[in-house]
């Protein structure tokens, strides 16, 4: 079954500076990768997805994420944090049979420093 | 465009009270349809699936139930709340039987058993 790892439940950078939130799955078959963003109080939106087009993923907000088998890795990246990246961060991995299902990480909450 | 609704977007409800949560999805057919549940300072728990009318699988034995009476309505329901059901609970929808389209959530319900 597949299984998602979110390393850090909190993690705080300087504005400026780069966002790295770690991510690692585990996945008998080909995965499905996404990254979703979450403010306070609201649904939770899709930041990108990985479909096996491409290892390197550009989503909304100036973010990216570089799919690496070897390594069963799919680390969320930033060049320079603004204070709007405050939020929850998922990384989540999807079932190709059954329910269709999507298995989402613990969550790591970035906080921005001014 | 695709919308989905879900209402009430807060709810206080005593302990042994009947609750029903609804949520609806426009612009689109047979969505694959998911009920999770947030905890304060959890990630996201998948309660209910549903690939098509009358289609319900349970992820989690507990005091709640789901019911899809129409194509693109999903409804979250419980006979006598308990203090363990409050959270924050989401709505999502998929397109059928694809798993890398990812989801789009609803703005949640805040759940509070008093």
């Given at each position: 079954a597949q299984s998602v790892t979110q390393l850090g439940s909190h993690v705080s950078v300087s504005e400026g500076a780069l966002v790295l939130l770690r991510c690692n799955y585990s996945s008998s078959v080909p995965p499905y990768l996404f990254w979703y963003v979450q403010y306070p109080n609201q649904g939770l939106q899709l930041l990108l997805k990985y479909t096996?087009?491409?290892?390197l993923v550009k989503g909304i907000n100036g973010f990216e994420a570089e799919f690496k088998k070897s390594e069963t890795s799919f680390h969320l990246t930033k060049p320079s944090a603004h204070m709007s990246d405050a939020a929850e961060y998922f990384c989540a991995v999807g079932e190709?049979?059954?329910?269709?299902k999507t298995i989402f990480g613990a969550g790591t909450r970035l906080f921005v420093k001014a | 465009s695709q919308t989905i609704h879900q209402w009430p977007a807060t709810l206080v409800q005593p302990v042994g009270s009947p609750l029903s949560l609804e949520c609806t999805v426009e612009g689109t057919s047979n969505p694959n349809l998911y009920w999770y549940r947030q905890a304060a300072g959890r990630g996201l728990q998948l309660l209910f699936y549903s690939v098509g009318i009358g289609q319900i699988s349970s992820e989690v034995p507990q005091n709640l139930s789901a019911s899809r009476p129409q194509d693109r309505q999903f409804i979250l329901s419980s006979k006598k709340l308990l203090l363990s059901d409050s959270g924050f609970y989401l709505c999502a929808w998929s397109r059928l039987?694809?798993?890398?389209y990812g989801y789009t959530f609803g703005s949640g319900t805040r759940l509070t058993v008093v």
């Open positions: 096996s087009a491409a290892t190709p049979t059954g329910g269709f | 039987q694809v798993t890398n």
